[in-house]
């Protein structure tokens, strides 16, 4: 059974800054592309960012450009979302993803974690 971990998610005050970590519970996980997504209470699940397996490929939603980063290092398994200039309208749960392609993990990805909660004051 494939597992994503989040950690990371908390509560900062706008302006600040979070990064936010995936761990993949498998090796092989390792060449698939990952991504972060994120919800909030009465909407849908959208996507955040995205990156290929060998983090050559980055893909954003126009909301975070500029102001996230996402990355990977396979030597560790883990996927990170480091978020600056936080805004209250980021507050969500943020979902880590995988999937075969950053086509694929961009839409509809196969693989979740169970969320972190992401809280950001004004």
């Known amino acids: 059974q494939v597992q994503l971990v989040e950690s990371g998610g908390g509560l900062v005050q706008a302006g600040g800054s979070l990064r936010l970590s995936c761990a993949a519970s498998i090796g092989t996980f390792r060449v698939y592309a990952k991504g972060w997504f994120r919800q909030t209470p009465g909407k849908e699940r959208e996507f955040v960012a995205a990156?290929?397996?060998?983090?050559?490929?980055?893909n954003y939603a126009d909301s975070v450009k500029g102001r996230f980063t996402i990355s990977r290092d396979n030597g560790k398994n883990t996927v990170y979302l480091q978020m600056n200039s936080l805004k209250p309208e980021d507050t969500a749960v943020y979902y880590c993803?995988?999937?075969?392609?950053?086509?694929?993990?961009?839409?509809?990805?196969?693989?979740w974690g169970q969320g972190t909660q992401v809280t950001v004051s004004s």
């Open positions: 993803a995988a999937a075969k392609s950053v086509a694929v993990v961009s839409t509809t990805p196969g693989y």
């Open positions: 990156i290929s397996w060998s983090g050559g490929t980055t």
